[in-house]
C-alpha cells in the first residue's frame, strides 16, 4: 500500500476563507435582516390616510401593480403596500395633502434571501458544526483513523537532562546492571577513544526483568548521566490501524534521533511489536511491518553517531530472533528483583524525599519484603508516610514501615470487621497451629508475628515469617518443612475441634504449588527423579508453566503431589499432638492480645515447652 502524508495547509488560508465567507453574510444576509416590514392593506384605507394627512412619502411600481407609502404613528414610521386602482383624482389628493412623490421606499425582502436564511444557513451552520467535532474525535482516537492524517510523525516523549534529572544516584540494588550500562555512558561522553581503537559500541541493549524493577528508569538514568536526548515511546504507541502507519512512525522516530545524535532511544514493552514472526496466513500485517522496518532501520543507521537504542521488556522469550541477533539488540541487561542490600538501599533512596526518624531500621524492613521489586518498596515508603499522617504525626517511624509492608502484604486491617467468639476461636488456633510446627522444626523461618485482625484482602488472620539471611537455594528438607507449615493451620483446627473450615483455602493453594513444583520442577521426587515435566515460557510474569508430559504421566504427577503434602500434613499433625498443652495456652493468649511479636511467641512457647530447636529461638 502506497504511503501518502497530506500537505498541511498554511494558517493564512482558513483566514482567507473565513473574511470571504464574512463579507458574503454582510452583503447580502445581514441587509435582509435588517429590512422593515410592509403592512398590505385596501386602497379605501390608502385614501383615508392620505386625507387624515397622515402618508409623507408615496412610490408607485407599474411592473408590479402595487403602490408603497409611509405614514407616521407618532415618532415611528410605518411601511405599507396596496393594489393600484383606476383613479384620476389621485394625483390631485396627493399633491393637495403634500404628499412625496419621489422618495425611495423600503421594500419587502427578497425571496432569495430569505430562502438562503431559512434554510441555507442552518444547513452550512450545522455541517461546519458536524466537521469541527468530528475534527475533535479524530483527533482523539489514538491510533486510529483521526490519526491517518497525520501517520508518519512518532509522537515521541523528547526529554533532556534537565526534564528528567534522574542519574545513577536515583537508581539502586541494580548494580550489576549499572556497570553494564557504565560503558555507554561513556562512549557517549568519549566516543573518539573507542574509535582509535577500532572498537564498536553495540547498537542496542534490552532491559529484561520482571515488572516494577527499574527499567525505565535505568534508561532515563543513563540519559540523564550522558547529558544527551532521550526520546522516550512505547511499543503500543506503533501499533496502528491502517498497514504501513507503525512503519512510517519507526522512520520517523529514528529520522529525529539522527538529528539529535548523540542520544538515547528508549522503546518500552518492545515485545508488542518485537513477537515472533511465524508461517501463518493472514496475521496481522501491520505488526509484521513496524518490525520489519525496526529490523531495517537498526540496520541502517551508524552506531558511531552516538544513537543508542535502548528497550525494556518483561517477556525475553516472545521475541524474534532476528530482533536479538548481533548488530541489534545484542546487549541483554538483566535487571531482577534485588537481594536483601539491594532492598535496603532501594528503600533510602525513596525515603529520601520523606520525613523519616533516623531510628528507623531499613535492614528489618528489607529481611520483611523478600521478592519485593522497586516499586513494592517504593509504594511501601508512601504507605508508611500516609500512616504517619492519618497519625497526626510529621514524622515517618519504624512501626508506619512495619504496618506498611503488612498492607502491601495482607491488605489494611478491618477494624470494625464483627467476628463470632466461635470463629475468633477458630482463627486463633489456626494461625499458632502455623506458628507452632514453624517452631519445631529445625528448617524452617523464625516467627516474627502472629495476628487475628481480619485484613482487607479477605484473610482472617495471618503469622508472618522471616529469614534472618537471604535464600537463593531451597533444599528439599526446607521445601517439605514449608509444606508442614502451610498445613499447621488444618491440622490444629482438626486436632482441637475435630472439624475443618474454610480458612485453609490459601494455605493449600500454596502448599500444593510448592508440592507440584518439587515434582515437575526441581526434581525433588523419587518417583521421577532429575525429570523436567513442566515448562515456564515467561517467568517473569507467571511462575506456572506448561505440562511436557503424556496424561498418563501427569496423572502419576498429581499422585505423587498428593503423596508429598499429605506425609507433610500428617508430620504437623504429629507436632501438635505432641505439643496440645502448648497449642491451647498459646492460642488463649493470643484470644486475649489479638496480636502477639515473633519474641513473645517464642517465650511463651520456651516456658511451656524447653524442647525447642536453638536454631529457631536465635
Not at 498554511?10 to 435582509?32: C, D
Not at 497449642?583 to 517465650?603: D, N, S, V
Amino acid at each position: 500500500m502506497k504511503e501518502h502524508t497530506p500537505s498541511k495547509k498554511p494558517m493564512y488560508y482558513y483566514a482567507i476563507i473565513a473574511m470571504i465567507a464574512l463579507l458574503l453574510l454582510n452583503a447580502f444576509v445581514f441587509p435582509s435582516l435588517m429590512q422593515n416590514e410592509v403592512k398590505e392593506v385596501s386602497y379605501n384605507e390608502f385614501l383615508k390616510l392620505i386625507d387624515s394627512g397622515k402618508i409623507n412619502e408615496v412610490s408607485r411600481d407599474d411592473a408590479t401593480q402595487t403602490i408603497t407609502f409611509t405614514s407616521l404613528d407618532g415618532d415611528k414610521t410605518l411601511y405599507y403596500k396596496t393594489g393600484i386602482w383606476p383613479d384620476d383624482t389621485l394625483v390631485s389628493r396627493l399633491d393637495s395633502a403634500g404628499v412625496k412623490f419621489t422618495a425611495s421606499i423600503p421594500t419587502q425582502a427578497n425571496p432569495l434571501m430569505t430562502f438562503l436564511i431559512s434554510w441555507m444557513l442552518p444547513i452550512l451552520i450545522f455541517v461546519a458544526l458536524g466537521q469541527f467535532l468530528m475534527k475533535r474525535m479524530q483527533n482523539g482516537m489514538p491510533g486510529g483513523v483521526g490519526n491517518a492524517l497525520s501517520f508518519g510523525k512518532a509522537n515521541a516523549k523528547i526529554y533532556v537532562e534537565a526534564q528528567t534529572g534522574k542519574t545513577f544516584n536515583d537508581v539502586a540494588g541494580q548494580d550489576e546492571a549499572k556497570e553494564a550500562l557504565l560503558e555507554i555512558v561513556d562512549f557517549l561522553h568519549n566516543p573518539d577513544r573507542y574509535a582509535d581503537i577500532g572498537a564498536k559500541l553495540p547498537k542496542g541493549a534490552l532491559l529484561v526483568g520482571p515488572p516494577g524493577t527499574g527499567k525505565t528508569l535505568m534508561a532515563k538514568a543513563v540519559a540523564g548521566e550522558a547529558n544527551v536526548p532521550f526520546f522516550s515511546i512505547s511499543g503500543s504507541a506503533f501499533v496502528e490501524m491502517f498497514v504501513g502507519m507503525g512503519a512510517a512512525k519507526v522512520r520517523d522516530l529514528f529520522s529525529q534521533a539522527e538529528q539529535k545524535a548523540p542520544c538515547i532511544v528508549f522503546i518500552d514493552e518492545i515485545d508488542t511489536i518485537g513477537k515472533k514472526r511465524d508461517n501463518v496466513m493472514g496475521g496481522n500485517d501491520e505488526r509484521e511491518q513496524t518490525l520489519n522496518q525496526l529490523l531495517t532501520e537498526m540496520d541502517g543507521f551508524d552506531a558511531r553517531k552516538g544513537v543508542v537504542i535502548l528497550a525494556a521488556t518483561n517477556r525475553p522469550d516472545s521475541l524474534d530472533p532476528a530482533l536479538l541477533r548481533p548488530g541489534r539488540f545484542d546487549r541483554r541487561i538483566h535487571v531482577e528483583l534485588p537481594d536483601l542490600k539491594g532492598r535496603t538501599d532501594i528503600l533510602k533512596v525513596h525515603a529520601r524525599s520523606v520525613k523519616i526518624s533516623e531510628s528507623v531500621d531499613f535492614e528489618a524492613v528489607a529481611r520483611a519484603t523478600s521478592g519485593a521489586s522497586g516499586a513494592d518498596l517504593a509504594n511501601i515508603i508512601n504507605e508508611a508516610a500516609l500512616r504517619a499522617v492519618r497519625m497526626k504525626r510529621d514524622i515517618v517511624e519504624q512501626a508506619d514501615l512495619e504496618e506498611s509492608v503488612e498492607v502491601v502484604i495482607a491488605g489494611y486491617a478491618r477494624k470494625n470487621a464483627v467476628i463470632s467468639p466461635k470463629e475468633k476461636r477458630i482463627v486463633a488456633y489456626h494461625e499458632i497451629g502455623h506458628a507452632l510446627v514453624a517452631a519445631k522444626q529445625t528448617e524452617s523461618a523464625p516467627v516474627h508475628k502472629i495476628t487475628i485482625v481480619p485484613r482487607t484482602s479477605g484473610a482472617l488472620g495471618y503469622t508472618m515469617q522471616i529469614d534472618e539471611n537471604e535464600h537463593y537455594l531451597m533444599t528439599r528438607e526446607e521445601a517439605e518443612n514449608k509444606i508442614a507449615t502451610l498445613t499447621g493451620g488444618r491440622a490444629a483446627e482438626e486436632t482441637v475441634f475435630g472439624t475443618i473450615t474454610t480458612g485453609a483455602s490459601n494455605d493449600i493453594e500454596q502448599a500444593t504449588r510448592i508440592a507440584r513444583a518439587m515434582v515437575v520442577r526441581y526434581g525433588m521426587s523419587d518417583a521421577f527423579g532429575m525429570v523436567a515435566l513442566e515448562c515456564n515460557s515467561n517467568p517473569y510474569l507467571s511462575q506456572d508453566g506448561a505440562m511436557t508430559c503424556s496424561s498418563d504421566t501427569a496423572a502419576r504427577v498429581d499422585a505423587e503431589v498428593i503423596a508429598i503434602v499429605d506425609r507433610s500434613h500428617q508430620r504437623a499433625r504429629q507436632i501438635l499432638k505432641e505439643n496440645e498443652v502448648a497449642l491451647h495456652k498459646l492460642a488463649e493468649h493470643l484470644l486475649e492480645r489479638e496480636t502477639i511479636t515473633g519474641e513473645e511467641f517464642m517465650q511463651l512457647l520456651k516456658d511451656v515447652s524447653p524442647e525447642i530447636p536453638a536454631a529457631v529461638i536465635a
